[in-house]
């Protein structure tokens, strides 16, 4: 990387956070939206309305995530391509991500499992599963968009996450650093009071992360990414089906 290309780790944090707070400020805007309407207007939407928007709006959040660390590196006039390590033979990143992202998932389940297990249920996670569950039951149109938010969680999230910051972070400090701090990032993106849903963020980071270092291609860790999500919406529609939830 070119040093006139590479950008500040302050800066790198700065942009992630205004990100962070963009996505609640649209978030809390379209909600204030539909209550004004319905008390000012007596106009109530129903639940299958309702379920379709915030499943849009989801996806509305997931892009956020790409297009403003992209508009900043635009703004820049970063070689985008090369910083983000986008790599020439993306079919084989394609299939290393697919096995990548399905080895993830098992090791997240069990993670997850153990966690649960030392400090008790999570309720971050507990709603997290019970939105997947509605917008999968609610209609065809809210599933698809749900499907469609998790792909984009994998493209821009890793694109702010690995491609953004922590190609910013190691542009100053170890790989190491840049792996940690940027994993710390994404942990700290999926809050959770009880923390399990921060730490399986951190430790899935890690190794998205380490992956990353290793392969130079963003092209992995964004599938692994969508196929981690898209596994876990799998199993869910599964057990729908046989009626288990």
């Not at 849009?56 to 790409?66: A, D, G, R």
């Not at 998932?105 to 939105?131: C, D, H, R």
Request: proline share 1%.
């Amino acid at each position: 990387m070119k040093q006139e290309e590479a950008i500040s780790p302050l800066t790198a944090v700065l942009v992630i956070i205004l990100t962070v707070v963009l996505t609640f400020a649209v978030s809390f805007l379209i909600a204030m939206a539909i209550s004004l309407a319905f008390f000012i207007f007596k106009f109530q939407l129903s639940d299958q309305v309702i379920t379709v928007i915030e499943a849009l709006l989801q996806v509305i959040v997931e892009l956020m995530f790409l297009f403003i660390p992209l508009a900043y590196m635009l703004y820049r006039r970063i070689n985008v391509k090369s910083y983000i390590k986008l790599g020439e033979n993306k079919l084989k990143g394609l299939l290393l991500g697919i096995g990548l992202g399905l080895g993830l998932w098992v090791m997240g389940l069990f993670v997850n499992l153990a966690l649960i297990y030392i400090l008790g249920p999570s309720q971050a996670i507990e709603k997290a599963n019970e939105t997947v569950i509605a917008f999968a039951k609610q209609s065809t149109v809210s599933l698809a968009l749900l499907a469609l938010s998790l792909f984009f969680a994998g493209i821009c999230e890793e694109f702010a996450f690995r491609g953004f910051l922590q190609n910013a972070l190691e542009s100053r400090y170890s790989s190491s650093i840049a792996i940690i701090g940027a994993s710390l990032a994404f942990g700290l993106f999926h809050f959770d009071l009880k923390a399990i849903y921060i730490i399986v963020g951190f430790v899935n980071g890690l190794v998205l992360g380490y992956a990353y270092k290793r392969l130079k291609s963003y092209v992995v860790v964004a599938s692994a990414h969508a196929i981690f999500n898209f596994t876990s919406l799998a199993l869910i529609l599964i057990l729908i089906q046989m009626g288990l939830i």
